[in-house]
């Protein structure tokens, strides 16, 4: 029988929201600078170029990698209101550091690197509040919940931009307060509303959250870290040890599914260049348009899923997704005859770019006809001759692309949501701050390694390579499903004390 006070129920699932808030901060922390990170970049600090962009960006994943381990290991042994206030402190601090980062007369790229990582480092907070939704919930209630977790955070991932694009209404100039060396501009306002948000979510931490615990059948019983001593239940339902093989398979099957995820995102402004010929705006413009759907599928998918589990089961939802991201980078080879249109470019000081269809080309066709019958455009556009695969690799449609999207980004939030759900309820009531450390940290090592691979595999084999070994990962990690698939049974449900 399920033993829980009426104020007990709404205090805990008061805090569970909070915990929700958290999870979107933390994501708005991410995304609201993410599209004018280079233009500031740029504006700062004239000696940077591409390649520090990308450490740049990267360096958020980085700090948080490090950081969920450490803050899951302290929430573990502490109140986690402790390290959620300190995380957040963090990342109010370096959110105010990226709006001083042009004060500095020189290295100013370097103290950008900075703010990013410990922005990251804060959001390494996900782990704390990933666990203590696991323990906070019932066996029935942490589908569901989870799943508002993953939606809370998709919705910070598109709202971040939103309010990115509302601040560009202030300008590049904005208002100077010299009493305070501070420019309000479109770059700095963004981080300065995300450190507001960020000292809201800490006095609501305050005011509203509470330590509160169920076992799996929704018994109230003390925190695993709180002060005095343990329930009966909780001692009771605690014994027996962790499947750690099931364990070791959920973080590579979540390495996995973050991996292919952020090829996907890498992958899709440099491609659609390729393939269609599409200038820089257009590509951000265009992937901007399909992101924003995508994370809209996203979200329903989220409420959808809770619906769905119910009646088959996590672990078959988790196959389901596996198969469907598969079958999204299969359409995604290149499979027609049609080649892209190859960018010319002369190597000659002051040449004009030049776009000319494949198809069209001989060995014959001297550079001044080539430039009779090119594009006249003042940005080249088109697959680049210097990836010599461009002259050889059929161009992927515009439809397969599109396809391809909204298969993605409906395989991509089901195996999200049902990792981490399997993963809360293998663990059981054993502590999980350190676990889930491990599994958002294995999860920001993928979003590192992601891009790195594509784009070197990408730039120097192409689309088909690239794509056919995204699809053997995925089969990799679904044969791996397959091995461990009656292993991934809630900890409750292994000793004999619950019903699957």
């Not at 703010?115 to 959001?123: I, P, S, T």
């Not at 300065?192 to 931490?205: M, S």
């Not at 691979?453 to 053997?472: D, E, K, M, N």
């Amino acid at each position: 029988d399920v033993v829980e006070t009426q104020e007990h129920y709404k205090s805990r699932w008061r805090s569970i929201w909070i915990m929700y808030l958290t999870m979107f901060l933390s994501s708005v922390g991410f995304s609201i600078v993410i599209m004018s990170v280079w233009p500031y970049l740029q504006k700062i600090d004239p000696t940077a170029d591409a390649s520090f962009l990308g450490w740049i960006i990267a360096s958020y994943s980085i700090g948080q990698m490090v950081a969920s381990p450490l803050f899951g290991f302290w929430s573990n042994y502490r109140p986690r209101r402790e390290p959620l206030v300190i995380s957040t402190a963090i990342s109010v601090a370096a959110n105010c550091l990226y709006a001083y980062v042009h004060v500095p007369h020189s290295h100013n790229k370097y103290y950008m690197l900075t703010a990013r990582a410990l922005v990251g480092f804060g959001a390494g907070n996900v782990a704390v509040v990933r666990s203590y939704i696991a323990g906070a919930t019932s066996l029935k209630e942490r589908t569901s919940a989870m799943a508002n977790t993953s939606a809370c955070q998709a919705v910070g991932f598109i709202l971040g931009p939103v309010f990115q694009t509302c601040f560009t209404l202030i300008g590049e100039e904005g208002v100077t307060w010299k009493f305070l060396c501070l420019q309000l501009n479109m770059y700095t306002t963004p981080v300065l509303f995300g450190a507001l948000l960020g000292v809201i979510n800490i006095i609501l931490i305050f005011a509203i959250f509470r330590e509160h615990r169920v076992d799996d059948l929704g018994r109230q019983c003390n925190s695993i870290n709180s002060h005095g001593e343990e329930s009966d239940v909780l001692d009771q339902n605690a014994e027996g040890s962790i499947d750690h093989v099931a364990v070791v398979a959920l973080n590579v099957l979540f390495f996995v599914i973050l991996f292919v995820f952020a090829v996907f995102e890498t992958i899709a402004t440099p491609l659609t260049m390729d393939m269609y010929s599409w200038t820089r705006k257009e590509a951000v413009f265009y992937n901007g348009i399909i992101l924003s759907v995508i994370g809209i599928e996203s979200v329903i998918v989220f409420m959808a899923v809770k619906i769905l589990s119910k009646k088959t089961g996590e672990r078959a939802i988790l196959h389901g997704g596996l198969l469907i991201v598969l079958v999204g980078f299969f359409v995604l080879l290149p499979w027609g005859k049609k080649l892209p249109n190859i960018q010319w470019q002369e190597i000659k000081n002051n040449s004009i770019p030049r776009t000319v269809p494949t198809e069209m080309l001989t060995p014959f066709w001297s550079w001044q006809e080539v430039q009779l019958l090119s594009n006249h455009t003042a940005e080249p556009v088109g697959c680049p001759v210097t990836q010599s695969w461009c002259l050889n690799t059929p161009m992927i449609y515009l439809a397969q692309y599109i396809t391809s999207d909204v298969l993605i980004g409906l395989g991509y939030p089901i195996c999200n949501v049902m990792s981490y759900t399997l993963y809360s309820k293998v663990l059981g009531p054993k502590p999980q701050g350190v676990y889930m450390g491990w599994l958002t940290a294995s999860g920001s090592g993928a979003r590192i390694l992601g891009p790195v691979f594509v784009s070197q595999i990408y730039t120097h084999l192409g689309p088909r390579w690239a794509f056919s070994l995204i699809c053997g990962v995925v089969v990799a990690s679904l044969l791996l499903l397959e091995i461990v698939y009656k292993r991934l049974i809630a900890f409750s449900v292994r000793y004999g004390r619950m019903q699957e």
